[in-house]
């Protein structure tokens, strides 16, 4: 039987007494190793003996973004730092970056489950895998590295950008898997087109981490290179980095590793349980995380549950795809809107491109204006734009009650990214 990185649970049963365990497990950990959640935790009222079911998960203090800055530069640290044996760090939008700590059990860990994300995706050992991630403090690099040598593919740790030295590897190589951002990738198949480079390359699927990617940029990708797949691998650096999970070849949702961390989705207001399937705000908690513990860590993510299981037959979990952050949604005349929502409506439109911008202005009557600019897709009618655009607004009109303008691009005219690409822009005061 070929080398496996699944858990062996035979039902959820298991998985939740497995959690159960890892739960009690990490309560006991922090308690004893680290002064700042021990000094939580009394505050919280609860000992490590409280921990008798998977709901006294909701006895537990939250941890968020702030108490990682407050701990700067070892926040959450539960072990001596003799045991650390590696960091990593996140960009930081405001102030300081973000540091985890990882004992060398924990780096096993995040490896292992990562070469589960291979093995997921269908890969043998045979793939060679061109990881186009960002390498150095980042856990990108090395977690897409790591893992894929513990699956036992082959890694060519190219690093971002580069793409000359991208496409001579895709044909000198015959590279079977790109793992980038959905961005890159998007300007990746654009690049391989322009050069006609598509009978050269052997290139068979792609991973994308760090941002989600549309359905519209996947059509366009699948397109362009007609590729077996395509995943997303989600991550944060809070939580190992990526590899926490993958969408399967169903597509059905992101199955996510529940035997390493459980997954709370809560009302980001009220900080109470959504109701199964809608949209909230995933909380975190590890189950054997030893150097940077998390205990409902605040991810200000938004995504739902998927309760069904997976029709692929595999019982871990699955969330949606990420819907944006709880701190990127927007009010505009009172609707909340999230950037994901955007890109599921775009998504659904004919001839729509799959680059778009959201700008918000206040108008000097003092109310609040959105307009869409968007690209159209390649060869597509400049006469029809006019359709296209009352289309776009009568969809977001039906979709999510509110009105905008639509500016209609030629195909390629907004910028491309090969990191994240910024959609959102907010000038209002
Ligand atoms: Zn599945």
């Known amino acids: 039987m070929p080398k496996t990185f699944m858990p062996s649970f035979r039902n959820l049963d298991e998985l939740h007494a497995h959690q159960l365990k890892g739960l009690q497990w990490t309560i006991k950990h922090v308690y004893e190793g680290s002064e700042f959640y021990r000094r939580r935790l009394k505050a919280g009222g609860v000992r490590p003996q409280d921990i008798q079911n998977l709901d006294d998960i909701r006895k537990l203090p939250f941890t968020s973004a702030d108490?990682?800055?407050?701990?700067?530069?070892?926040p959450l640290l539960s072990v001596p730092e003799s045991q650390v044996v590696r960091i990593h760090a996140s960009s930081g939008t405001t102030g300081k970056r973000k540091i985890l700590s990882y004992t060398q059990k924990d780096i096993d860990d995040w490896i292992h489950f990562f070469a589960r994300c291979y093995e997921m995706a269908g890969l043998s050992t045979e793939d060679k895998v061109q990881i186009a991630v960002g390498y150095g403090v980042w856990t990108a690099g090395v977690g897409f590295q790591l893992g894929c040598e513990k699956f036992g593919a082959m890694a060519l740790p190219i690093g971002p950008g580069n793409i000359d030295m991208q496409c001579?590897?895709?044909?000198?190589?015959?590279?079977?898997?790109?793992?980038?951002?959905?961005?890159?990738?998007?300007?990746?198949?654009?690049?391989?087109?322009r050069r006609n480079l598509k009978p050269q390359i052997n290139l068979k699927k792609m991973i994308f981490g760090s941002e989600r990617s549309s359905d519209a940029m996947r059509q366009r990708i699948q397109e362009l290179l007609g590729l077996e797949d395509m995943f997303d691998i989600p991550?944060?650096?809070?939580?190992?980095?990526?590899?926490?999970?993958?969408?399967?070849?169903?597509?059905?949702?992101?199955?996510?590793?529940?035997?390493?961390?459980?997954?709370e989705i809560l009302d980001p207001e009220t900080l109470e349980p959504v109701p199964a399937g809608e949209v909230g705000e995933m909380v975190l908690t590890t189950l054997c995380k030893e150097a940077s513990p998390l205990i409902r860590y605040r991810t200000r993510d938004l995504t739902r549950t998927i309760a069904h299981p997976c029709s692929c037959g595999n019982i871990l979990p699955l969330h949606d795809r990420l819907l944006g952050r709880s701190d990127d949604m927007m009010t505009f005349r009172a609707v909340n809107i999230y950037p994901g929502q955007i890109d599921e409506i775009l998504s659904t439109i004919p001839n729509a491109g799959c680059e778009y911008q959201v700008h918000l202005a206040r108008g000097d009557d003092g109310k609040d204006y959105m307009t869409i600019r968007l690209e159209c897709c390649?060869?597509?009618?400049?006469?029809?734009?006019?359709?296209l655009a009352t289309t776009v607004q009568t969809e977001i009109k039906k979709k999510i009650m509110v009105s905008c303008e639509v500016d209609v691009l030629d195909?390629?005219?907004l910028p491309r990214s090969e990191r994240k690409s910024k959609r959102f822009f907010d000038s209002r005061p």
């Not at 959905?182 to 087109?193: C, D, K």
């Not at 991550?235 to 597509?251: A, I, N, R, S, V």
């Open 67 to 74: 108490d990682l800055r407050d701990g700067y530069p070892f």
């Open 168 to 193: 001579q590897f895709l044909v000198d190589l015959q590279s079977t898997v790109m793992c980038c951002t959905a961005s890159m990738g998007l300007l990746m198949a654009e690049e391989i087109n």
């Open 235 to 263: 991550g944060m650096t809070e939580l190992y980095g990526p590899g926490t999970g993958l969408d399967c070849e169903k597509h059905e949702g992101i199955h996510y590793w529940g035997d390493f961390y459980i997954l």
């Open 378 to 387: 390649e060869n597509f009618n400049p006469a029809r734009k006019p359709d």
């Open 411 to 413: 195909y390629c005219s």
